[in-house]
């Protein structure tokens, strides 16, 4: 494990455990459940041609779960994540502070804040999935505090 990733696996946890501990629907290594960790080695995980999306070795430190078509997985080093089974692949290495909201332009902001479930994090438009709400916010935090330092140590 690289300093880096070490980093960013401290960071990760500590912010997850101060604002995701109390959350529906999202787990903190270690606390994950099997169903969830068989997902990420299962047939769910294959591309066209039989090999995995993710890596056999990837442990979730942060697992948010809607259903099979709605999903986030945040390791130490990247993240994975499933809207609508359109699905994104980011390392935490590439992110930068610009992490967007998606959300219809008319919205209220009692709307967004409790009906945002999309998120933008990179130039690239690659999206990843939270639960609205709480959970959405604490995952916004978590990547804008590693994208503001790997910003600055660029």
Known sequence: MSNKNSWYRNRILWSANKQLSSQHSCFIYP???????????????????????????FIPLITMWGNRF???FVSESEIHSCYLNKRSHVK??????????VHEPDASQIEIKFKTSKLIVDDKGSSVWAPPGP??????????MIGKINKTSS
């Open 135 to 144: 959970p959405l916010y604490a995952l916004l935090n978590i990547l804008q």
């Open 70 to 72: 709605l999903w986030t």
């Open 92 to 101: 935490l290495a590439d992110l930068r502070s610009e992490i967007k909201l």
């Open 31 to 57: 606390n994950i459940p099997d169903v969830y960790r068989e997902h990420i080695h299962g047939a769910d995980n294959l591309d066209f041609s039989g090999n995995y999306v993710i890596v056999p070795n």
